[in-house]
């Protein structure tokens, strides 16, 4: 049968270190270093509006079936069965002309 107490059988907890405070990193950056670049997007490097339009779910479901294919494609052909190679390289074909 279990205790009713838990602090019996609960051991003793062990004082952890504080990683953030540690001083094996300093705190400011080094001076003779030039400043950090911004990471965004300067407004001249962004296309026009209308330009970077979301990908379709149309696309999308085309380039995956793209993609399985010539997948299909690699596997088939290092088992030996070219035929089969063929027809997948010609559904691929068909579902790529569907990107354009």
Known sequence: MAPSNTSETTPAATPV?????DDAVPATPPTDMPPAEPTGQSGSDVGREGDNGAVGLARIAWLVTVLACVITIVILMVEGYYGYALVTLAVAVSAGINLT
């Open 17 to 21: 270190r504080d990683r953030a405070t």
